[in-house]
């Protein structure tokens, strides 16, 4: 009887062992947690910064370009107008200029 007193002794002394063993385990497991839970916080906290980084930068540059294309664009125009008018008024001079030797031919013969 002796023995299995022992025995289960024993075996009550490695599941106790076992036990320690387990709750070691989750306090690392709880504490490995709680670091990925603050490196999460981390990660959050920069993906945040980096957004409203990109909105400050990188829109009001894009914005920016918006703008200097759409100047670019009417400064276009007011040149391709500009080069009409003055095409229009070479146009007229040349046609004088052709009516007029026109003219001096016919009065020559």
Not at 34 to 41: A, H, N, P, R
Not at 89 to 105: C, F, G
């Amino acid at each position: 009887m002796e023995n299995v007193l022992n025995e289960i002794l024993s075996k009550l002394d490695s599941l106790d062992q076992g036990q320690q063993e387990l709750r070691h385990g989750q306090q690392s497991l709880d504490q490995g947690q709680q670091e990925l839970k603050t490196g999460i916080q981390k990660v959050e906290s920069k993906v945040d910064k980096l957004e409203l980084r990109m909105e400050d930068e990188a829109f009001n540059k894009i914005g920016a370009l918006f703008d200097g294309y759409s100047l670019t664009g009417d400064q276009i125009e007011r040149l391709q107008k500009h080069l009409d008018e003055r095409l229009d008024s070479i146009e007229n001079d040349t046609r004088y200029l052709v009516a007029r030797v026109a003219r001096l031919e016919k009065l020559a013969k």
